[in-house]
């Protein structure tokens, strides 16, 4: 899966949450955040390998 597909995913499920648990806040922006630091990321980390 493409991280430009599962990044709207991931907005969508953390705003969902957020509606429904409001104390979650913190803890799912912090989530959404490192998600999207590691998708953001994994192609230049794996290109790095030279696997």
Do not use: C, E, H, K
Request: proline share 6%; hydrophobic share 65%; net charge positive.
């Amino acid at each position: 899966m493409n991280a430009i597909a599962i990044q709207p995913l991931i907005a969508l499920i953390a705003g969902i949450l957020i509606l429904i648990m409001p104390r979650l806040l913190n803890y799912v922006i912090a989530i959404y955040l490192i998600i999207v630091g590691v998708t953001g990321l994994w192609p230049n980390l794996t290109s790095g390998l030279n696997l």
